[in-house]
């Protein structure tokens, strides 16, 4: 998943959670704890559950109790740092008779050179070092109620030697799942391996890499970065498609190589991913028969980098889904252009969520959650952990068929979908919770995930429906003021709060500084504690900025709670931002792309440091298209041209200013284009009221608008011996091509990049002489 992702999130949660309640009858609750770093569970069809865990082991838990002993235990073999671990694990389809289980884990490497050598120490305790995942399967035994395992029976499926695995080469971004498709081939999920870091050119002479490369993890050609994620020679990055008998690759697969089916290329079914950590078959789709080459429609939660999360639909193989040089519906990498790695033709995600909104792509327009095609309310996340389809009817009938979703900052969500698979509305089911893989179960048609924050979350959930079940108090509370000097007087409020049943609560404040209280409204004074600077001899000072993380929990007279936290300021106050680059700019000439510099002059009281984020988005109607943002106090940005119809566009250029406690500022500031027509704030009117006569042709529209790969311009004259400029761009922003020369030539280049593309809208700029036209082109 992420790096330090254990550690970070635990204290981002604190700044960006939101608040919801589940549907009314909709009942989540915790019915196990106690587990170690609990990864995933799974369901056999007698509804016996499987729970693995980061270190290596996988117990059953029937009937609600968790058997003591685990059925499986290869923590001697499992390499548990960090984001790595047994993290994914899948029960055969005929599980109940053949007893098959496979694991998906990254390998110490100890492990992976020596075992059965004499060099081999089963104590060996090494940290981190370059490694492999490996797949392998084992037998469970029937004959106890698969409460035991048959060691004997174990076989690598992928990873017998280190050169043959999955190459893990930093502390993130490993293995991810391991899933059956619809024909009985297995899927298998595996991160790009990269540094997430700027500039990437020079990660290539990262100590790891060149380690990695001499150890024979990798060739020396894969030593480039995040870009494994685009080569077809490596395992990183990738949805791998292969042989549950043999781990070799299907012949159906896009790259199939007959001479050698245990290659990369033979294995490989869809590529371009950054670190698809957990993903699922769509119901009543695919083949049973594996020579048809469809094991379904597969809906993959990747998890982004700074930018984007994505829900990703794979929908046949050889789909490039565009990491790095893309991240999510609408942001192009600037630290990855390298021409060699680009994707000729990226598949998108259908939905996208980080930073300033959220958007989702319905019959290829982009529009933001909230919008009338896309319903529901706005949000963020972090890390987008793939979920599942509800196919069972213990749900009521609006609620079925709706695909569950996860994001590891803490909410579950439900998508509803078209019959295109576009999205149409989100549902708010969860927050508050740390979800890291879901499951059905068979028998009670509950929803079940795990929950997992470091240090003290560990356990496993039920989303369930019961309207007569009692609910968790809604909790209506609020701190004010949130920041000032120390001493500071909070008054925190409370008593809004409500039990569903309309039974007492009772309320328990912990403010953070070993003070605590039972009112539903009580006043708290802060007082800052003295913080030692780096220098001994220095005293420690009382002023300091500081904060403290007050928390509230609700009780109803039935033992069911609910708790919320509150972020206190002491001697720190808001960045101030006093002026911009761009506060006298209100419009610009759509005759060509407008770039904007961007600056800031931002001062605060307490903090030197401070962390910048600037943001543009574009207005479009009812909806909206993010187009770019930059994380540093100096920039630029293209506000690029748009169609002049009777549509409404503007662009919005956001700046956020945080400091290192986590107060922020912010400043919006809307741009608008002006075309050639329009009657009020032009920034070039013609002088001309009554202009000569054109001799030139004008270009009147394309046709056939839409179209299947092939478009030709409507002029008042012959265009064919015209020099023109093409610019094609996607819907998103991305520029296709970009063409100058005479139209007789350019006709037949235009269709070609038109056809290369998949379905969904593009804009085409037409330039010639002083002429200048954007036309929408939807291709079908």
Same mark, same amino acid.
């Given at each position: 998943?992420?790096?330090?992702?254990?550690?970070?999130?635990?204290?981002?949660?604190?700044?960006?959670?939101?608040?919801?309640?589940?549907?009314?009858?909709?009942? &989540?609750?915790?019915?196990?704890?106690?587990?170690?770093?609990?990864?995933?569970?799974?369901?056999?069809?007698?509804?016996?559950?499987?729970?693995?865990?980061?270190?290596?082991?996988?117990?059953?838990?029937?009937?609600?109790?968790?058997?003591?002993?685990?059925?499986?235990?290869?923590?001697?073999?499992?390499?548990?740092?960090?984001?790595?671990?047994?993290?994914?694990?899948?029960?055969?389809?005929?599980?109940?008779?053949?007893?098959?289980?496979?694991?998906?884990?990254?390998?110490?490497?100890?492990?992976?050179? $020596?075992?059965?050598?004499?060099? $081999?120490?089963?104590?060996?305790?090494?940290?981190?070092?370059?490694?492999?995942?490996?797949?392998?399967?084992?037998?469970?035994?029937?004959?106890?109620?698969?409460?035991?395992?048959?060691?004997?029976?174990?076989?690598?499926?992928?990873?017998?030697?280190?050169?043959?695995?999955?190459?893990?080469?930093?502390?993130?971004?490993?293995?991810?799942?391991?899933?059956?498709?619809?024909?009985?081939?297995?899927?298998?999920?595996?991160?790009?391996?990269?540094?997430?870091?700027?500039?990437?050119?020079? &990660?290539?002479?990262?100590?790891?890499?060149?380690?990695?490369?001499?150890?024979?993890?990798?060739?020396?050609?894969?030593?480039?970065?995040?870009?494994?994620?685009?080569?077809?020679?490596?395992?990183?990055?990738?949805?791998?498609?292969? &042989?549950?008998?043999?781990?070799?690759?299907?012949?159906?697969?896009?790259?199939?190589?007959?001479?050698?089916?245990?290659?990369?290329?033979?294995?490989?079914?869809?590529?371009?991913?950054?670190?698809?950590?957990?993903?699922?078959?769509?119901?009543?789709?695919?083949?049973?028969?594996?020579?048809?080459?469809?094991?379904?429609?597969? #809906?993959?939660?990747?998890?982004?980098?700074?930018?984007?999360?994505?829900?990703?639909?794979?929908?046949?193989?050889?789909?490039?889904?565009?990491?790095?040089?893309?991240?999510?519906?609408?942001?192009?990498?600037?630290?990855?252009?390298?021409?060699?790695?680009?994707?000729?033709?990226?598949?998108?995600?259908?939905?996208?969520?980080?930073?300033?909104?959220?958007?989702?792509?319905?019959?290829?327009?982009?529009?933001?959650?909230?919008?009338?095609?896309?319903?529901?309310?706005?949000?963020?996340?972090?890390?987008?952990?793939?979920?599942?389809?509800?196919?069972?009817?213990?749900?009521?009938?609006?609620?079925?068929?709706?695909?569950?979703?996860?994001?590891?900052?803490?909410?579950?969500?439900? #998508?509803?979908?078209?019959?295109?698979?576009?999205?149409?509305?989100?549902?708010?089911?969860?927050?508050?919770?740390?979800?890291?893989?879901?499951?059905?179960?068979?028998?009670?048609?509950?929803?079940?995930?795990?929950?997992?924050?470091?240090?003290?979350?560990?356990?496993?959930?039920?989303?369930?429906?019961?309207?007569?079940?009692?609910?968790?108090?809604?909790?209506?509370?609020?701190?004010?003021?949130?920041?000032?000097?120390?001493?500071?007087?909070?008054?925190?409020?409370?008593?809004?709060?409500?039990?569903?049943?309309?039974?007492?609560?009772?309320?328990?404040?912990?403010?953070?500084?070993?003070?605590?209280?039972?009112?539903?409204?009580?006043?708290?004074? $802060?007082?800052?504690?003295?913080?030692?600077?780096?220098?001994?001899?220095?005293?420690?000072?009382?002023?300091?900025?500081?904060?403290?993380?007050?928390?509230?929990?609700?009780?109803?007279?039935?033992?069911?709670?609910?708790?919320?936290?509150?972020?206190?300021?002491?001697?720190?106050?808001?960045?101030?931002?006093?002026?911009?680059?761009?506060?006298?700019?209100?419009?610009?000439?759509?005759?060509?792309?407008?770039?904007?510099?961007?600056?800031?002059?931002?001062?605060?009281?307490?903090?030197?440091?401070?962390?910048?984020?600037?943001?543009?988005?574009?207005?479009?109607?009812?909806?909206?298209?993010?187009?770019?943002?930059?994380?540093?106090?100096?920039?630029?940005?293209?506000?690029?041209?748009?169609?002049?119809?009777?549509?409404?566009?503007?662009?919005?250029?956001?700046?956020?200013?945080?400091?290192?406690?986590?107060?922020?500022?912010?400043?919006?500031?809307?741009?608008?284009?002006?075309?050639?027509?329009?009657?009020?704030?032009?920034?070039?009117?013609?002088?001309?009221?009554?202009?000569?006569?054109?001799?030139?042709?004008?270009?009147?529209?394309? $046709?056939?608008?839409?179209?299947?790969?092939?478009?030709?311009?409507?002029?008042?004259?012959?265009?064919?011996?015209?020099?023109?400029?093409?610019?094609?761009?996607?819907?998103?922003?991305?520029?296709?091509?970009?063409?100058?020369?005479?139209?007789?030539?350019?006709?037949?280049?235009?269709?070609?990049?038109?056809?290369?593309?998949?379905?969904?809208?593009?804009?085409?700029?037409?330039?010639?002489?002083?002429?200048?036209?954007?036309?929408?082109?939807?291709?079908?």
């Amino acid at each position: 998943m992420k790096k330090s992702f254990y550690f970070l999130l635990f204290f981002l949660s604190f700044f960006f959670r939101q608040s919801f309640a589940q549907p009314t009858g909709f009942v &989540d609750e915790q019915i196990s704890d106690g587990w170690n770093i609990p990864v995933g569970l799974t369901f056999d069809a007698q509804g016996r559950m499987y729970v693995w865990e980061k270190a290596g082991k996988v117990f059953m838990v029937e009937n609600g109790v968790k058997n003591p002993v685990p059925v499986i235990d290869i923590s001697e073999e499992v390499l548990d740092f960090n984001d790595h671990g047994l993290n994914g694990v899948a029960l055969d389809p005929d599980f109940l008779n053949n007893g098959y289980i496979y694991l998906l884990y990254a390998a110490k490497r100890h492990h992976v050179l $020596y075992f059965g050598t004499p060099d $081999y120490d089963a104590n060996n305790a090494d940290g981190f070092k370059t490694t492999i995942g490996r797949l392998t399967r084992y037998t469970l035994n029937k004959a106890d109620g698969f409460n035991t395992v048959n060691e004997s029976s174990r076989k690598v499926l992928l990873g017998e030697s280190i050169s043959t695995g999955i190459p893990i080469l930093v502390d993130n971004h490993g293995v991810g799942s391991v899933v059956f498709g619809k024909d009985g081939t297995l899927l298998v999920t595996a991160g790009d391996a990269a540094l997430a870091s700027e500039p990437p050119g020079v &990660d290539s002479q990262n100590p790891w890499f060149l380690e990695a490369i001499s150890t024979g993890i990798i060739t020396a050609d894969q030593n480039v970065n995040a870009y494994r994620s685009q080569v077809l020679t490596s395992l990183n990055g990738k949805l791998l498609r292969i &042989d549950p008998a043999t781990g070799n690759g299907i012949a159906s697969n896009p790259f199939y190589e007959s001479s050698n089916p245990r290659s990369a290329r033979s294995r490989i079914w869809a590529y371009g991913l950054r670190n698809p950590f957990r993903f699922g078959i769509q119901p009543n789709t695919g083949s049973t028969n594996p020579a048809d080459g469809n094991p379904g429609t597969i #809906f993959l939660g990747d998890v982004g980098w700074s930018h984007r999360e994505e829900i990703n639909v794979v929908s046949k193989g050889g789909q490039n889904f565009g990491w790095p040089t893309y991240e999510g519906i609408s942001y192009t990498n600037e630290s990855y252009t390298n021409q060699a790695f680009k994707p000729n033709n990226p598949v998108f995600p259908i939905i996208e969520w980080r930073g300033p909104l959220a958007q989702g792509v319905v019959n290829g327009e982009v529009y933001g959650v909230g919008s009338a095609q896309f319903k529901g309310k706005d949000f963020t996340g972090n890390s987008s952990i793939g979920g599942l389809f509800y196919t069972m009817t213990a749900f009521p009938e609006p609620y079925r068929n709706l695909y569950f979703q996860g994001d590891y900052e803490g909410w579950v969500k439900a #998508f509803r979908l078209d019959e295109k698979n576009n999205p149409i509305e989100v549902i708010d089911f969860v927050d508050r919770v740390n979800p890291t893989c879901f499951a059905l179960n068979p028998v009670d048609g509950s929803i079940y995930y795990v929950s997992y924050l470091y240090p003290d979350i560990h356990e496993v959930r039920r989303l369930s429906f019961n309207p007569n079940a009692n609910l968790r108090p809604v909790i209506v509370a609020e701190a004010t003021p949130m920041y000032g000097v120390s001493p500071l007087t909070v008054n925190f409020t409370a008593s809004n709060s409500k039990d569903p049943e309309n039974g007492p609560l009772t309320f328990s404040w912990d403010f953070g500084d070993g003070n605590n209280s039972a009112l539903a409204n009580p006043k708290h004074v $802060y007082v800052a504690k003295p913080i030692q600077g780096p220098d001994p001899n220095v005293p420690a000072d009382p002023t300091a900025p500081q904060l403290f993380i007050a928390t509230l929990k609700v009780t109803d007279n039935a033992g069911k709670s609910d708790t919320k936290k509150f972020t206190i300021y002491l001697n720190n106050t808001p960045p101030t931002i006093t002026s911009t680059s761009i506060d006298a700019v209100n419009s610009f000439d759509n005759a060509k792309d407008f770039t904007v510099n961007l600056t800031a002059n931002v001062s605060d009281k307490e903090q030197n440091e401070l962390f910048y984020q600037w943001i543009v988005v574009l207005h479009h109607d009812e909806h909206t298209h993010f187009v770019s943002s930059l994380r540093k106090s100096e920039g630029q940005v293209t506000l690029g041209q748009v169609p002049c119809d009777n549509q409404t566009y503007f662009y919005r250029v956001s700046l956020l200013v945080t400091d290192p406690l986590g107060l922020s500022a912010t400043y919006d500031k809307d741009i608008r284009p002006v075309c050639a027509t329009d009657t009020t704030n032009n920034p070039d009117p013609d002088p001309d009221p009554d202009p000569d006569p054109d001799p030139d042709p004008v270009i009147l529209s394309v $046709y056939p608008n839409p179209t299947k790969n092939t478009i030709n311009l409507l002029a008042s004259d012959d265009l064919d011996n015209h020099l023109i400029k093409l610019k094609l761009v996607r819907n998103t922003g991305q520029i296709i091509s970009e063409r100058e020369g005479y139209w007789r030539t350019l006709k037949e280049q235009l269709n070609k990049d038109l056809s290369d593309q998949s379905p969904g809208i593009y804009l085409l700029n037409i330039r010639y002489r002083d002429k200048h036209k954007i036309f929408r082109i939807y291709k079908e």
